[in-house]
């Protein structure tokens, strides 16, 4: 495969056009929708400040997982919390 090479644009962008992040995030259901929303605010927070792009820019996907679809040692966070 031949190696492409790429070129510094400004402060934060490799390549074609503007660096857009996305950060995903999967936590245990049952946080308050204002939690959430701290969450992303903070998230969003230390990609601006770490590499130096616009919050516009940053995107943050919340995933919630059911207790029953989360294991830890083949155990469900459901069964453990029984």
């Known amino acids: 495969m ?25 936590i245990l259901e049952g946080r308050e929708k204002e939690q ?8 969003t927070s230390a990609i601006t400040a770490s590499l130096e ?5 940053v995107r943050v996907l ?3 997982i059911p207790l029953s679809h ?3 040692g083949g155990i469900t966070k459901e ?4």
Do not use: D, F, H
């Open 2 to 26: 031949p190696r492409v090479k790429r070129q510094r644009i400004g402060k934060c962008c490799y390549g074609r056009g503007a660096s857009m992040p996305i950060v995903q995030v999967s």
């Open 70 to 72: 989360w294991g830890v």
């Open 53 to 57: 792009v616009k919050p516009e820019q």
């Open 62 to 64: 919340v995933t919630e």
């Open 36 to 43: 959430i929303k701290q969450l992303i605010e903070g998230v």
């Open 79 to 82: 069964e453990q919390t029984r």
